[in-house]
């Protein structure tokens, strides 16, 4: 059984800090990794993917991933009101186009 | 921009019931999935499809089967609707091939209560 873990929070930071979100996986056959965020009652949304080990940066978004470690995080810097959401980590094995998900951190932002 | 369209938002279906979940994707994907989201759960993947007529079960296929005819539209059936079937079904495509993926454009849901 392929795992992907997430603390499910909720993670609280106050408006303008940075917001770590965490993610383990079970397999070391992973191929590409994937965050979504999600608004309460909407459906998932691609933010950012990483395969290589090392960082990616895109806006205010960080992905890094520590395959060594089974581990990928989601940096958000500056963050917003409007970041508040569910954030999912999504894990693709080997060749296949499919991907296990982590049951998501959600993340209040304060003003 | 893909759109991955469900054809109901809200459904209301008794148990026993045959029911059809629908969902259209306009980018020409291959790759078409349906999982479940439960509070705690996270998504669990159903079934999936990576070509006309190809159907692979998921994790979780009991009691759910799939039809795709047509490259664009992929059917979630649930054959005699229970109550442990409540929930939020999420359809998606993407056009990932072999190594690399781009990842999922999802459906907007469509929450099914069965009483």
């Known amino acids: 059984q392929k795992e992907v873990e997430q603390n499910s929070g909720p993670l609280s930071v106050p408006e303008g800090a940075i917001a770590s979100l965490n993610c383990t996986y079970s397999?070391?056959?992973?191929?590409?990794f994937f965050w979504y965020r999600q608004y309460s009652g909407k459906s998932p949304e691609l933010i950012m993917f990483?395969?290589?080990?090392g960082d990616k940066e895109d806006g205010r978004f960080t992905a890094q991933l520590n395959k060594a470690s089974q581990y990928v995080s989601l940096l958000i810097r500056d963050s917003q009101p409007s970041d508040s959401a569910t954030y999912l980590c999504?894990?693709?094995?080997?060749?296949?186009?499919?991907?296990?998900f982590g049951s998501g951190t959600k993340l209040n932002v304060k003003p | 921009d893909v759109k991955v369209t469900q054809s109901s938002r809200y459904l209301v279906k008794r148990t026993g019931e045959k029911v059809f979940l629908e969902c259209v994707q306009d980018?020409?994907?291959?790759?078409m999935f349906w999982y479940r989201q439960d509070p705690g759960l996270g998504l669990r993947l159903i079934y999936f499809?990576?070509?006309?007529?190809?159907?692979e079960k998921g994790d979780i296929p009991e009691g759910y089967s799939v039809s795709r005819e047509k490259k664009e539209r992929f059917s979630l059936i649930l054959e005699s609707a229970s109550t442990n079937q409540t929930s939020m079904y999420l359809c998606?495509?993407?056009?990932?091939?072999?190594?690399?993926?781009?990842?999922?454009?999802f459906g907007s849901g469509t929450r099914l209560t069965v009483v």
């Open positions: 999504a894990v693709n094995w080997y060749n296949f186009n499919k991907f296990y």
């Open positions: 990483i395969y290589s080990n």
């Open positions: 998606a495509s993407s056009e990932g091939q072999g190594e690399w993926d781009y990842g999922y454009t």
């Open positions: 980018m020409d994907h291959e790759n």
């Open positions: 397999d070391r056959g992973s191929q590409s």
């Open positions: 499809s990576y070509d006309v007529k190809m159907k």
